[in-house]
């Protein structure tokens, strides 16, 4: 199983950019799928998290400007991200936890590449 993150970049304070997270592979179903980031000298830490129900979660830093949605049908998460701060640069990742066919209720995590998102002016 892959994990295809895309969208990163440099944006001004207060602007807008949207991450999307392709998941390929192996796949019988993908339970929960987030976005992580991780600052320069921090660790990384959860931003958003949906489950296969569609019950999100968010870190309390992003409540209000971040909206994080799926695609089932194309295996992809995204995040919506509005109002940014020079506080949201960050490495961003996203994360699958996925069933696999042949692999029985076992669950497997695996994480995109990482795309780094750059909020200044």
């Known amino acids: 199983v892959q994990l295809q993150a895309s969208g990163g970049g440099l944006v001004q304070p207060g602007g807008s950019l949207g991450l999307s997270c392709a998941a390929s592979?192996?796949?019988?179903?993908?339970?929960?799928m987030g976005w992580y980031r991780q600052a320069p000298g921090k660790q990384r830490e959860l931003v958003a998290s949906?489950?296969?129900?569609?019950?999100?979660n968010y870190a309390d830093s992003v409540k209000g400007r971040f909206t994080v949605s799926r695609d089932d049908a194309q295996n992809t998460v995204y995040l919506q991200m509005n109002s940014l701060k020079p506080e949201d640069t960050a490495v961003y990742y996203c994360?699958?936890?996925?069933?696999?066919w042949g692999y029985g209720p076992n669950e497997y995590h695996y994480w995109g590449q990482g795309t780094l998102v750059t909020v200044s002016s």
């Open positions: 592979g192996n796949i019988f179903k993908i339970n929960t």
């Open positions: 994360n699958a936890a996925v069933l696999r």
């Open positions: 949906i489950t296969s129900r569609g019950r999100t």
